[in-house]
């Protein structure tokens, strides 16, 4: 049996509880005994013989020994159970009450702590937020996992993904064995028209889907019904589903809208039913009608070889998803074979629903998951340094603690319960930031998050935050309290402890925390500046045209009066006539796509060239009307650009641009030649009268690619353009300007989206502005965390070698050498960690290159400067340390302690 | 005597704060300063000892009797005295009360 030592005169303690069942069973069973040995003694020291007397002992216990041993031993254990818990939870509260006191001691060292981990912690809160949105959210179909979306590519091309044409999916669907079906999505679907009781026309975003896509995603409308089969079938096909959004903010959120009729784009529409909020299939369509599959397919050729129908597909339970893509693959061949003109070479992809929506966003959240973790870590080191440095000085309260009875185990639980305390109050204000953060987040960028997504602070979020904090708590909190609590008790008693041993482990962790700060503030840095370079270099890209003073605005000739392609042009030229007359109008013009936008594609077949038809040149189709390029101000290089004598009775006049110039034709002869374009290959050849600049259709940071401008006076069956006018009056006039025109030709169409050009090209940058933006601040925190680490260190380590500088300068030290002394321990950590930085930095680069235009991840000159920065900001921090150093006066010095 | 339990608990403490004692000594304790008229089972003696340990009444840790042998001593804790002064004085007030009623005479 083990023997407890007894506790003196020490008012609150409670004994130790025994530390197992068995011992308090052990216990139990020797008091028992202690008992019925003591009732024996006593009756033989009455005189009774030994054995009668424990007899008699036995007896008196009132029951079979073995019973009363029973209710003893769960007495005992019941106490046990009972007590520690009490103590534990004692101890908490009384650790938990010292670190509010100790932190209200120590106003200066809570504050700094608090806002490091309450911006360390918020960044954090804030972008798992927007992630757990993003990426671990359910999407709002039934059994997501099942929802693939299918395509077509070219084997070994990374972009050659498209769509399926009407009659491909046609065949997909009748051939598939492994989906429960596939849907159809009309991506490409114009906006429909409007017009309210009072007020402008209004243009609704439309999607024509096909009639079953609604039960194969698994969603049921809020009122009414969704889209069925047979909704299609042409006489029963005027049935349109409204969105949440587009109910409440166009039908004012009648629950009875169901079953009503209102009039689109001229023909009247029944209403059957309201979607949940939030749903949407494609992106903010607020419409969808029914898709007439069999009316496209009645168009054999252009069924085959245009391919606009986004395909969805629901894979039947139990099927694996290789067999799945085996079986399409198959269905792809035969296609290929047999139509090679439309398929030949592809084959099919698929790819889950949840990827195609977020894979693109998913390693950008991930890297900026990974920076503010990064930034975390460093506020840790710097936390933990600050923890180090009281824990030193705090000693002796720790070592009376131990003398009087604290196990080790106690004192590190104290010391980190601080750290924890600490810690979850720098969460809380953090949480705070980061809901402002992620509202801040989501305004910047409105279009980069697909509306899918919500992103908000709620439990789940609330959870990984508090779950962060107590990480971090314990994080910064562990080392220095096994550090202090590292009982050797003379050292720490004797006075100056602090040159003890113990002090110079402690001092060589603290430098290899500050080593690790500077390797990740390097890391950071480095990522930042990447960014920074690579949008200087996209901004820097010639766009090719001039958008200063240029106004666009998007306009559809919707409805039954524009069914005759004619009327199309006539209006066209209407409005642009209208427009160019009114003053400030410098030129305008309207064309298909406004540039950054996109465009179509098309292919190209050359007059006196050979011509695979089952491999045709890819071109990108831009239409234009009117004085385009000198709207635009893009320079013509050969020939000339379209003018009155194009009219749409004679043989079609085409302009290409110069890229599609040199590719095309290395000689140099683009002008005059004759070529065609589309899927028929019986149509009419165009002669190409000109070649214009290049532009960034497609994005800045996508190449330019060859493009024809094609007239859209002679092919006006594009009825939604975006007018592009420069004008030197201010946008807001132009609008009015662009509206009266219009509304002069026909008032029941709509303007939409009034812009300037400058305003495009910006949103095409913002998703690039958001990283950067983002990126750029976690690498200052992470900057500022690591000058302040640098300084504290070497703050300590001059306070802590006080009586070492007060010897040096007695000696004769001058203060060029005590400064050389501190600032080179300053510079050798950093430059240690410059060094651990330039690995890391290096070896994870490779994860930044998906975002980076125009620079590699090992640009030499963003590194050269990012060392450069560090070095000075190290420098910085030594400073005043150093000069504390040489003021050091050696006689106070060496009395002090 | 039937003793109430926590009637029981005030003597216990009483007897602690002479000095600490082990279960049997309590016991011998109460006979002697009762004359015999209190009679408590040792087990049951034990378990208040436990419980009361549990509340935090008293705080019990092994020694060594006189004779060298092992026991398990208790001693009063502060908690465990105030409760005494209070239950004490408490126990005092009723027992007057009630013997004022029970001792009032005809009128």
Known sequence: MLDFRIRLGIRRLLHLPLPSAARARADADAELDAFVEAQAEHLMSRGAPAAAAREESLRALGAPLDEVR????????????????RERIDNWLQDARHAARTLRRNPGFAIASLLTLAIAIGANTAVFAVSRAVLLQPLPYADAGQLYQINTIWPNQANSRNELSPADFADFQKGQTTFTGLGAVVAATPPMIWQPASGDPKSLNALDVGSNIFTLLGARALYGRTLMPGDEIPGHDHRVVLSFEAWQRYFGGDPGIAGRSIVLSGSSYEVIGVMPRGFTINEREELWLPYDQAGTLADAVRARKQHYVRTLGR???????????ADLRTIAAGLAQAYPEADSGRTAEMRPLRDVLTGDLRPALLLLQGAAALVLLIACANLANLALSRTMG??????TRAALGASRGRLVRHL??????????GGLLGVMLAGAGTRWLLALNPTTLPPLF???????????????????????????????????????????????????????ARQMLVVAQTALALMLLAGAGLLVRSFAQLTRVTLGYDPNGVVTADLRAAGDRYTDMLKVTVFYDDVLRHLSQMPGVVAVAAVSDVPTRGSSGTALRIEGQENDEARLRDLRYLSVHGDFFKAMRIPIIAGRAYDASDRPDIPETTILNATAAKRYFPNGDAVGHRIKIGPDPNAAWMTVIGIAGDIHSNGLDVPVEPTIYANHRHEPWMRSMSLVMRTSTSPVNAGALIRAAVA???????????????????????????????????????LVLAAIGIYGVLAYNVASRTREFGVRIALGASPGRVVSLVVGQGMAMSLVGIAAGLGGASAGARLLNGMLFGVTALDADTYVVVVALLLFVAAVACAVPAWRATRVDPLTSMRAD | MALIRGTLDVLVLKALSWTPMHAFEVITWLDERSEGRLDIDGPALIQALHRMEEKGLVSGEWGTTKNGRRARYYRNTDTGRAHLRSESAKLARDTETLMTVLGAKRS
């Not at chain 1, 705090?394 to 070592?399: S, Y």
Request: charged content about 20%.
């Open chain 1, 416 to 425: 980190v319960t601080e750290s924890v305390v600490v810690s979850i109050a």
């Open chain 1, 315 to 325: 894979l039947k339970a139990g099927v694996a998803p290789a067999r799945a893509l």
């Open chain 1, 454 to 508: 919500d992103a908000k602070v709620n439990g789940t979020v609330l959870g990984f935050s508090l779950a962060v904090s107590i990480g971090t708590g314990l994080l910064f909190g562990l080392l220095p309290a096994l550090d202090a609590s590292n009982g050797n008790l003379h050292e720490a008693l004797k006075e100056g402890g602090r040159g003890s041993s113990n002090g110079r482990a402690s001092g060589r």
């Open chain 1, 70 to 85: 029973q209710r003893l031993r769960h007495s005992v254990t019941q106490r046990e159970e009972h007590m520690q818990r």
């Open chain 1, 744 to 782: 002069a030709q026909d008032p029941s169409l709509a303007v939409n989206n009034v812009e300037t050009l400058d305003d495009v090209v910006g949103q095409s940058l913002a998703a690039r502005r958001f990283a950067l933006g983002l990126a750029t601040c976690f690498a200052l925190i992470a």
């Open chain 1, 394 to 399: 705090r000693r002796r309260e720790l070592v």
